[in-house]
């Protein structure tokens, strides 16, 4: 092996090191590791997911009480009568 060779080899083996390489190939070897974290992922994502939408219906319903406040002639009249009914049921 020349000098050329092993500096190529040194290259190489410190760029495997900072793509940490072991850790994924026995990260992917361990069906139980992998069976926790993709569970653990997919729990995350459905909380995230449940929250994005209560957030989001909050602010939705927020707007909807301003625009029957500002009583824009139609829609506030409409949305009125829905957010009373959805207050009844609550």
């Known amino acids: 092996m020349t000098g050329r060779d092993r500096e190529r080899m040194a290259q190489l083996l410190g760029a495997l090191e ?9 990260h992917m070897g361990s069906r139980r590791r992998l069976i926790m ?3 653990l992922a997919g729990l995350f994502r459905g ?3 449940t929250l ?3 957030l989001t219906g909050a602010l ?11 009583n824009i002639p ?8 829905v957010i009373h009914a959805i207050q009844a049921r609550m």
Request: net charge negative; proline share 0%.
């Open 18 to 26: 900072r793509m940490r390489l072991d850790e994924y190939v026995r």
């Open 37 to 39: 974290d993709s569970l």
């Open 47 to 49: 909380l995230g997911f």
């Open 52 to 54: 994005g939408v209560a």
């Open 60 to 70: 939705a319903a927020a707007l909807v009480r301003h625009v029957v406040v500002e």
């Open 74 to 81: 139609l829609i506030g009249g409409f949305l009125a009568e």
